[in-house]
Nanobody
Framework: QVQLVESGGGLVQAGDSLRLSCAAS????????MGWFRQAPGKEREFVAA????????SYANSVKGRFTISRDNAKNTVYLQMNSLKPEDTAVYYC???????????????WGQGTQVTVSS
């Protein structure tokens, strides 16, 4: 049974940093892409960042580019999201995913974590 467990969320002030972690279990994921989506109150879920199976290719939403960094450790079946220079608009529930895909109005993944809350105060 595949399980994704996120950790590292919390309440911080604008300009602070947080590091989210997501530990995957149930099988090896070294051949899968991994990524993060987020959903703010009253808003649709949106793509944040993704990383390919090797860690060699990453992609980011324009809103987080230059501030967030995604990485992975295949030996630990873990993906990370380093978030710097946080802004109040980054406040959302962040979801870890396996094989994420997305379009202008939809998000999809093979597996989802339960989500971790990130709140950024101004």
């Amino acid at each position: 049974q595949v399980q994704l467990v996120e950790s590292g969320g919390g309440l911080v002030q604008a300009g602070d940093s947080l590091r989210l972690s997501c530990a995957a279990s149930g099988r090896a994921f070294y051949r899968d892409s991994m990524g993060w989506f987020r959903q703010a109150p009253g808003k649709e879920r949106e793509f944040v960042a993704a990383i390919d199976w090797s860690g060699g290719t990453t992609s980011y939403a324009n809103s987080v580019k230059g501030r967030f960094t995604i990485s992975r450790d295949n030996a630990k079946n873990t993906v990370y999201l380093q978030m710097n220079s946080l802004k109040p608009e980054d406040t959302a529930v962040y979801y870890c995913t396996i094989n994420p895909t997305y379009g202008s109005s939809w998000t999809r993944a093979d597996y989802w974590g339960q989500g971790t809350q990130v709140t950024v105060s101004s």
